[in-house]
């Protein structure tokens, strides 16, 4: 069965840092999303992608966020100026985007700040 | 926001038995899911109901609505050992595609 891939499975920065989260969704999907948990805590929506554009974005994602996709496979989430409370697992996900379409998610990226 | 809470926060039962976990939420909704994830892992999809359904059954789970009351519930019965993770219940309402998550319950299956 296709999966959402993500890499690298932990990322270890400094304060201040820029990092890039990356994802390969399912080939036929056509939305995709970032969605991040703080350890202990809820898994929190960060930005939908579709037709090379954000299609929806939460307060979370603020001006120190973006996303891409590069190429026809790859979609990223840059961090530019990471900080302590960066840290936290990164889901990426994609589906259909159907009404009814549930998502698939990746294994997620943990990233730590120090 | 959203969602609720899901409530227990956290649940140990003996394996063979039946797990029950609670989810409420606040706003109308075009269908709520049910997610598991084991530690350390992604979310997977178990089911998904749409708001004009009442209860749906998969396999070892059935999960009901209740629009009135605005909650959910999943049942797993027959609890295995390999059931231990967490349950997040999930909304779509509104234009938007994106999911909003409970906090989740954490289910321990005693062998």
């Known amino acids: 069965e296709p999966e959402v891939t993500q890499t690298p499975s932990h990322q270890v920065t400094q304060m201040g840092q820029e990092v890039i989260l990356r994802c390969v969704p399912i080939?036929?999907?056509?939305?995709f999303y970032w969605y991040r948990q703080i350890l202990g805590q809820k898994v929190e929506f960060l930005v939908s992608?579709?037709?090379?554009?954000?299609?929806?974005k939460s307060e979370i994602f603020d001006d120190q966020f973006s996303v891409e996709r590069p190429d026809g496979s790859n979609f990223t989430l840059k961090i530019r100026s990471t900080k302590l409370e960066d840290s936290a697992m990164y889901f990426c996900a994609s589906n259909l985007g159907r009404g009814n379409s549930p998502l698939h998610f990746g294994n997620g990226t943990r990233l730590t700040v120090t | 926001s959203q969602q609720g809470e899901e409530d227990p926060q956290a649940l140990s039962i003996q394996e063979g038995e039946n797990a029950t976990m609670n989810c409420s939420y606040k706003?109308?909704?075009?269908?709520l899911q049910w997610y598991r994830q084991n530690s350390g892992r992604g979310l997977v999809h178990l089911i998904l109901i749409r708001s004009n359904e009442r209860e749906k059954h998969s396999g070892r789970l059935r999960v009901t609505l209740d629009t009135s009351k605005k909650s959910s519930s999943l049942l797993i019965t027959a609890s295995r050992a390999a059931d231990t993770a967490s349950y997040f219940c999930a909304i779509t309402s509104g234009s938007a595609r994106q999911l909003t998550f409970g906090s989740g319950t954490q289910l321990t299956v005693l062998p």
């Open positions: 992608f579709y037709n090379n554009e954000i299609s929806e």
């Open positions: 706003t109308s909704i075009n269908n």
């Open positions: 080939s036929n999907h056509l939305y």
